[in-house]
């Protein structure tokens, strides 16, 4: 209801500022200043205030005040009389002789004091992760009794630089430690991390999870260390909130990160120490309670911040009262027998407007509660807790606590959808679930978070662990679970078929925001073989979300344990399919290519087929194409690409004929073959994919389309267009840079450097190898880091490097962590060319019979093996004691299969080493008719190395040598 008067609406611009006597009035901030000394008000004081200094001078009639600060509320002018009292109060009128509100008698009120406004320009924007400390202090938006603590924190973490703030539940750790946050967010320029741990069940995935905060990828063999490596050049401030429940974890990050990132300062919450070097121990106590054995005032109530505290919050609830001297007492009484704990005196006050001052301590007084409050052989404050959280259960009304104890299935945040789908039943449902989660929020037993106008909550952790308590003393606790696991599943289907958003939130928004409820869920499906099904079929579902998020080694793990309870028979066929896919694509980024993943992906395809799911046959032959790229078989990587375009022509989708032409592309050039290869990489000109089902194809970390553009690079430089092959090279690096995926970026640089390589650019070749090599080592990609120095180490002895540089590659080569064996080939090759180059003839045939034999065992295919025979007709024809002729079978070899393949760069190069040969027989003739027919088949304008020694060969400027 509207009121009949008409006054202005309190809305205001962000930065403008009332200013009247000593006053500083923020609208938009909701703040009064005396001085640069905050002032406290109550919310409902507050906004009579604004109303007032909206319409200076002029009365404002309680009719309106009560319409606009209580909407929708019968509430009596009494409230009103006491909410003008506070303000009175806290402007200091009366002790200063000052008056700012005059009561006109019969009417309202009405601001007489003179009003300037003024504007501010607004503070940086802290930037935070994980829960911003905004959205923390949406309900607690005001700290009492912590101001010394308050300010002896920012100065202890400014100067020790790594701080815990210890204490039991309850106490107000997180609210101290966001308060800090906000202080300090200046002094980090806005770079604030807010960590809130609560939602992992496992120590083991801290490290990993941390990691994904700040877009770091999973899948590293050491995440703490490259979290270190990452943050180690940062100035900020790290907030890692609720350590307890990991705290042998949580303590050997918080280490690393102290001693080997200097300018890294640490905040973090926890019930117990965490006992490692640099730490330095806040313990934070309860608030100061009054005693109970003097005579109370609510003047004298409020000089102890426990009281403060109370009747702030009570006020909220209740619109404010005035207290007589009875029960400031009782007040006292109710502090003291909570211990002054922050949460349990907020839980009181908030049933004020139920039961009264008196009825709260009379519930106190129970004889159950009474037990609990007296035990001291345990902790006091924990306890007082389970105490509070007893009674205030016993307020709730049948159908409020079933929900309160359903709800305790969720880790961290949850949906109104989510809640209505788990905690409804027979006898209870959505709508009725909907009233009581209201309800639940009302007396602050559920919080309540707003995002672009969206809901969303979530219990506290103390909460959440007294609410799983009811749970287990219930025999519906199974069923309950299992409704949550179902309820993921369920969503879980959606996110793998549908675009947008999932429960007001994106995508990506809500596999961060739910990632602990699926972990929560499979730990409790696997506890039980009773609930193995749900338990697979959870596993399967959730296997994409585990590797989008580059959570591979989780990937892993969850997909080992659900394979292990496999049942035979057709009902599981599906999630076996899913299942085998995502352990053989989670294991190919972390460990060399064994037998184990082929037989699993081959066993996903046969279960595919035996389906009839195209989408997914076509899915797992590009999981199958990884992994004999991995083990160097280009040859059956071919054969399967050639699967993978009959099945997606059976599909008869452009997309997917997309996606399969991508896989022919990347295989056949890996094979050697580039003059096919060019032809179905030109449909990597593709920006996107629209389809759903295509889309989750690219997951796992693969972007087909960038490695496909890369691959078109190369290609197009292999069969002779060096200028274009050079322009599509720069455009898939930036292409691959907008992705925005470090591992795509690497993909990228590890596929086209070779190519800056063959070219002859050397300074390109550095630049786009140390790029690399910097983006492997800040983001923990050990196997891009492992191929980058090997780049490097071609790429000293092309410019002339020493022995020091052929020892460097052999060391690479060698190294027991060089596990990924595909690579090697390539590798060699150069090795062996550089001791051609240094003179070592001998062990350079050793070393490239090697890398032949390898390829031979391998198929025969290989991208390289032109340059492989070029190398070793080098080496014969050099070595002593050889005879000339077996170095012109090894070119003779080259050349045709370089021609037969379209690999038009070889052949120069090959034929270059051919006219070195001639030469050396004196057939000067010979040598130079053959350059000028390879020459001729270039187009004008290409450019390379190899055309420049050419050209300057036939121009007479240089000796073949």
């Known amino acids: 209801m509207r009121s009949k008067q008409t006054i202005r609406a309190a809305a205001w611009d962000q930065g403008e500022i009332l200013c009247f006597g000593p006053f500083r009035l923020t609208p938009a901030e909701r703040k009064l200043e005396r001085g640069s000394e905050p002032v406290r008000l109550g919310d409902r004081a507050f906004d009579i205030l604004l109303l007032l200094a909206a319409n200076p001078a002029e009365v404002v009639t309680k009719t309106a005040l009560l319409e606009n600060v209580w909407p929708d509320l019968e509430i009596d002018e009494g ?256 502090c003291t027998q909570l211990d002054g704990n922050p949460l349990a005196i907020e839980l009181a006050a908030g049933r004020v407007h139920t039961f009264g001052v ?32 007893d009674w205030s259960h016993q307020l709730l009304t049948p159908i409020e606590a079933a929900v309160f104890r359903r709800l305790s299935a969720f880790v961290g945040q949850f949906s109104m959808d989510a809640a209505q789908n788990v905690a409804r039943s027979d006898d209870l449902d959505a709508a009725l679930v909907a009233e009581s989660l209201a309800s639940l929020v009302a007396k602050s037993l559920v919080t309540v978070f707003f995002s672009d106008q969206n809901a969303r909550y979530r219990l506290l952790d103390t909460t959440r662990s007294y609410a799983q308590h009811k749970l287990r003393e219930c025999s519906e606790g199974p069923g309950v679970l299992l409704a949550h696991a179902h309820y993921f599943i369920g969503v879980l289907q959606r996110v793998d078929t549908d675009v947008g958003t999932i429960d007001g939130l994106e995508e990506w928004e809500w596999c961060k925001h739910n990632i602990g409820n699926i972990r929560a869920a499979l730990e409790w499906c696997f506890s039980d073989k009773t609930y193995a099904r749900t338990g697979v079929e959870l596993a399967a579902e959730a296997a994409a979300i585990f590797i989008q998020m580059s959570l591979w080694s989780e990937c892993k793990y969850w997909s080992e344990r659900a394979l292990a309870l496999l049942a035979p028979g057709s009902e599981w066929a599906r999630p076996e399919m899913r299942l085998r896919e995502a352990f053989a694509l989670s294991a190919l980024p972390t460990q060399p290519a064994t037998d184990r993943i082929r037989g699993e992906l081959t066993r996903g395809l046969e279960i595919a087929e035996y389906l009839g799911d195209r989408y997914f046959q076509l899915r797992i032959t590009g999981a199958l194409i990884q992994y004999y790229q991995h083990c160097g078989l280009f040859g059956h990587a071919v054969a399967v690409a050639e699967k993978s375009v009959l099945i997606s022509g059976a599909i008869g989708e452009s997309d997917t004929r997309a996606l399969s032409d991508w896989f022919m592309g990347i295989t056949l050039h890996l094979a050697g073959k580039q003059r096919e290869a060019i032809h179905y990489c030109e449909s990597a000109d593709r920006p996107f994919l629209a389809s759903r089902q295509v889309q989750v194809m690219e997951c796992g970390g693969y972007d087909y389309w960038v490695k496909a553009k890369a691959a078109h690079a190369r290609s197009l430089w292999l069969h002779g267009y060096c200028v274009e092959a050079l322009h599509r090279a720069e455009e898939t690096i930036a292409t691959a840079n907008e992705v925005g995926y470090p591992a795509v970026t690497c993909i990228a640089l590890n596929w086209l450097a070779p190519m800056f390589i063959w070219h002859g650019n050397w300074d390109r070749a550095e630049v786009v190898i140390r790029t690399l090599l910097n983006q492997a080592e800040r983001f923990g990609l050990a196997v891009f880091n492992a191929m980058g120095h090997g780049f490097l180490c071609e790429l000293m002895l092309k410019r002339g490097g020493g022995p020091e540089c052929l020892d460097r590659l052999r060391c690479h080569i060698e190294s027991p962590k060089n596990e990924f064996r595909s690579r090697d080939a390539t ?43 070029r190398v070793k007709g080098d080496l014969l024809a050099a070595a002593k004691g050889t005879d000339s002729v077996q170095a012109q079978k090894c070119f003779s070899e080259g050349l045709s299969l370089a021609r037969r393949n379209g690999a038009l760069s070889w052949e120069l190069r090959l034929t270059l080493s051919l006219a070195t040969l001639h030469q050396a027989r004196g057939e000067i003739d010979r040598s130079r008719a053959a350059i000028r027919a390879v020459l001729s088949r270039f187009d004008r304008g290409q450019d390379s190395a190899d055309l420049r020694v050419a050209r300057r060969l036939l121009a007479g400027q240089k000796k073949i040598a």
């Open 358 to 389: 008196s009825g709260i301590a009379t519930l106190l007084g129970e004889p159950s509660s009474q037990a609990l409050v007296g035990r001291r052989t345990a902790p006091v404050r924990h306890q007082t807790m389970m105490a509070m959280f």
């Open 79 to 334: 409230n009103l009389r006491f909410q003008i009292a506070m303000i009175r109060r806290a402007l200091g009128e009366g002790a200063t002789g000052e008056r700012y509100l005059a009561t006109v008698q019969g009417r309202g009120y009405c601001f007489v004091t003179p009003i300037s406004r003024a504007r501010e320009a607004s503070a940086p924007v802290a930037r935070f992760e994980g829960h911003a400390p905004e959205e923390l202090l949406r309900r607690h938006f005001r700290i009492i009794g912590r101001d010394d603590e308050l300010k002896a924190l920012t100065v202890s973490l400014l100067q020790k630089r790594f701080v815990s703030i210890a204490g039991p539940g309850g106490i107000g750790k997180t609210t101290l430690a966001v308060a800090v946050s906000h202080a300090l967010s200046n002094r980090f320029d806005g770079e604030v991390r807010f960590l809130d741990l609560s939602h992992l069940s496992d120590p083991a995935h801290l490290a990993t999870t941390l990691g994904f905060m700040f877009g770091l990828p999973g899948g590293t063999v050491d995440p703490v260390a490259g979290l270190v490596k990452f943050l180690k050049d940062k100035r900020m401030l790290l907030v890692f909130d609720s350590c307890e429940h990991v705290i042998e974890e949580a303590a050997r990050i918080t280490e690393a990160l102290w001693s080997q990132a200097p300018d890294i300062h640490i905040l973090a919450t926890t019930r117990e120490r965490l006992r490692v070097e640099g730490e330095f121990v806040h313990q934070l106590g309860a608030l100061a309670t009054p005693p109970v054995d003097e005579p109370m005032t609510e003047a004298r109530l409020l000089d102890f911040p426990a009281a403060k505290l109370f009747i702030d919050r009570a006020a909220m609830t209740v619109g404010g009262t005035q207290l007589s001297d009875e029960e400031c007492s009782v007040v006292a009484d109710i």
């Open 827 to 869: 590798l060699m090759c150069a090795l062996a060319d550089g001791l051609f180059q240094h003179g070592c003839h001998a062990e350079g045939l050793a070393c490239i019979d090697k890398v032949l034999t390898w390829v031979s065992s391998h198929g025969g295919e290989h991208h390289n093996l032109p340059e492989m025979l």
